[in-house]
């Protein structure tokens, strides 16, 4: 016969078990951690003597809380001192209305040289396959985004893969244009597509496998693109002077005084070649808001069409017959597409729209002292830190030295009674012409809307 698993009813249960803390047994009375070494039981999410562990805890997370300021423009950076071996660095957060991204123009300038980076700035304007390639991985995605970032206020729409893996190399057989970089053992492998431009950073070369009449530096608006060629060679001699310091210069004297003055001025020469490229944009599109089409009808397919969106022939008579080409190429492009809608209805890059309206205002390719377009942000330079000082940390139960390491296997319970109270800052001054709490004005004069 099958076993009866059934509890039998004959044997009695096991009284429940009472689990209420007895009244004979008098509390200890509580520890005053603060006073002196804890000495009560260990901490459920420790490991050691939980209660002091805990009490360490407690202390660098109210030091933290009530010590710890925001940056703000008067105080841009915040050191915090963990402990006697580990640091942190708060700064306030970069406001740009340019895209943020790892580029680097000082790298694009050193690998390519003015001519070469002129001419992958009309590539990617005509929207050409491009093909990077270098055994620097650290140089060639920087110089991607430095190429991406120099046609603004465009916004390139097609793929573009900054380090791409071999095996997805066929991506380079698209019938579309794209920004791709690669490790240059991929020509070890695989033969490059006939209509790509190939591009080594490595050794400064750019080779075409198709016609290159299709791409012509002469075709760009001759002033603006004289002037933008005259300024990367200005900039590229004061590269070769920042950069050429013999070894024996880089002494420990060196670091401690002038590796700071490089580095800011290596920050100064990123912003000016930036604002190159900026500069021939805003003149090579000069008024392009007065050919912009007044919005009469419903949106719809046809009238969101850039052609209906924009006075493609009327802008061409306002240009140099000479680059009536280029802006021919230009037009027929996603980019042009794109930049042309972004102007015409309401989108999230109001604001670098705006900054680059204002660009176009202050342009002007006639004057040789030229007007800053932008400028570096002096907070993130400033001298100016806040050094928050840790807590000072207890001793051990033993009275020896509080440990290097401590070994959480949780994060503790809290108890607010072992908070310190909040230390008062140091007051700070604001600048001149603002006032405490008030955000500097922008300097870009407001866009005009598109009347419907």
């Given at each position: 016969?099958?076993?009866?698993?059934?509890?039998?009813?004959?044997?009695?249960?096991p009284?429940?078990?009472?689990?209420?803390?007895?009244?004979?047994?008098?509390?200890?009375?509580?520890?005053?951690?603060?006073?002196?070494?804890?000495?009560?039981?260990?901490?459920?999410?420790?490991?050691?003597?939980?209660?002091?562990?805990?009490?360490s805890c407690?202390?660098?997370?109210?030091?933290?809380?009530?010590?710890?300021?925001?940056?703000?423009?008067?105080?841009?950076?915040?050191?915090?001192?963990?402990?006697?071996?580990d640091?942190?660095?708060?700064?306030?957060?970069?406001t740009s209305?340019?895209?943020?991204?790892?580029?680097?123009?000082?790298?694009?300038?050193?690998?390519?040289?003015?001519?070469?980076?002129?001419?992958?700035?009309?590539?990617?304007?005509?929207?050409?396959?491009?093909?990077?390639h270098s055994?620097?991985?650290?140089?060639?995605?920087?110089?991607?985004?430095a190429?991406?970032?120099?046609?603004?206020?465009?916004?390139?729409?097609?793929?573009?893969?900054?380090?791409?893996?071999l095996?997805?190399?066929?991506?380079?057989?698209?019938?579309?244009?794209f920004?791709?970089?690669?490790?240059?053992?991929?020509?070890?492998?695989?033969?490059?597509?006939?209509?790509?431009?190939?591009?080594?950073?490595?050794?400064?070369t750019?080779?075409h496998?198709?016609d290159?009449?299709?791409?012509?530096?002469?075709?760009?608006?001759?002033?603006?693109?004289?002037?933008?060629?005259?300024?990367?060679?200005?900039?590229?001699?004061?590269?070769?002077q920042?950069?050429?310091?013999?070894?024996?210069?880089?002494?420990?004297?060196?670091?401690?005084?002038?590796?700071?003055?490089?580095?800011?001025?290596?920050?100064?020469?990123?912003?000016?070649?930036?604002e190159?490229?900026?500069?021939?944009?805003?003149?090579?599109?000069?008024?392009?808001?007065?050919?912009?089409?007044?919005?009469?009808q419903?949106?719809?397919?046809?009238?969101?069409?850039?052609?209906?969106?924009?006075?493609?022939?009327?802008?061409?008579?306002?240009?140099?017959?000479?680059s009536?080409?280029?802006?021919?190429?230009?037009?027929?492009?996603?980019?042009?597409?794109?930049?042309v809608?972004?102007?015409?209805?309401?989108?999230?890059?109001?604001?670098?729209?705006?900054?680059f309206?204002?660009?176009?205002?202050?342009?002007?390719?006639?004057?040789?002292?030229?007007?800053?377009?932008?400028?570096?942000d002096?907070?993130?330079?400033?001298?100016?830190?806040?050094?928050?000082?840790?807590?000072?940390?207890?001793?051990?139960?033993?009275?020896q030295d509080?440990?290097?390491?401590?070994?959480?296997?949780?994060?503790p319970?809290?108890?607010?009674?072992?908070?310190?109270?909040?230390?008062?800052?140091?007051?700070?001054q604001?600048?001149?012409?603002?006032?405490?709490g008030?955000?500097?004005?922008s300097?870009?004069?407001?866009?005009?809307?598109?009347?419907?």
């Amino acid at each position: 016969p099958p076993h009866d698993l059934r509890p039998s009813t004959s044997a009695p249960r096991p009284p429940p078990l009472d689990l209420r803390p007895t009244t004979s047994a008098p509390r200890p009375p509580p520890h005053d951690l603060r006073s002196s070494p804890p000495l009560c039981p260990p901490h459920p999410g420790c490991r050691g003597d939980g209660a002091y562990r805990l009490y360490s805890c407690c202390r660098h997370v109210s030091n933290f809380l009530h010590n710890v300021p925001f940056p703000s423009p008067q105080r841009p950076r915040i050191l915090v001192q963990l402990s006697p071996y580990d640091n942190l660095l708060i700064c306030q957060p970069i406001t740009s209305p340019l895209h943020l991204s790892g580029a680097s123009y000082v790298s694009l300038l050193q690998s390519l040289g003015p001519d070469h980076a002129v001419c992958l700035l009309l590539a990617l304007l005509t929207e050409h396959k491009l093909l990077l390639h270098s055994l620097r991985p650290a140089v060639l995605t920087s110089v991607c985004e430095a190429l991406v970032n120099m046609i603004f206020p465009f916004h390139w729409q097609c793929p573009y893969i900054p380090l791409c893996p071999l095996a997805m190399a066929d991506v380079l057989s698209a019938p579309v244009p794209f920004i791709v970089g690669v490790h240059s053992s991929y020509f070890e492998l695989y033969e490059l597509p006939h209509d790509v431009i190939c591009v080594d950073l490595d050794t400064n070369t750019i080779s075409h496998s198709e016609d290159r009449r299709s791409v012509s530096v002469k075709s760009l608006p001759r002033k603006a693109s004289r002037l933008l060629l005259t300024t990367l060679q200005r900039l590229q001699q004061q590269l070769d002077q920042l950069f050429e310091c013999p070894v024996e210069e880089a002494t420990l004297d060196y670091l401690l005084t002038d590796y700071e003055l490089v580095q800011g001025r290596r920050q100064q020469l990123e912003l000016e070649i930036q604002e190159a490229f900026v500069r021939f944009m805003a003149a090579a599109l000069r008024g392009y808001r007065g050919f912009l089409t007044p919005i009469t009808q419903a949106p719809s397919e046809t009238t969101t069409d850039s052609s209906s969106l924009f006075n493609l022939q009327g802008f061409l008579k306002s240009r140099e017959r000479g680059s009536h080409k280029f802006y021919s190429q230009l037009a027929k492009t996603q980019l042009f597409s794109q930049f042309v809608e972004e102007c015409s209805f309401v989108n999230d890059r109001h604001s670098s729209l705006e900054f680059f309206d204002g660009c176009v205002q202050k342009v002007d390719v006639d004057k040789t002292d030229a007007v800053r377009l932008m400028e570096l942000d002096e907070s993130q330079r400033s001298e100016h830190t806040i050094f928050i000082t840790p807590p000072e940390a207890p001793l051990s139960p033993d009275g020896q030295d509080p440990p290097q390491l401590y070994s959480y296997e949780g994060f503790p319970s809290l108890r607010a009674e072992l908070f310190e109270d909040p230390r008062e800052l140091p007051k700070t001054q604001a600048g001149p012409g603002q006032t405490r709490g008030s955000a500097p004005s922008s300097p870009a004069p407001r866009r005009t809307k598109q009347v419907m």
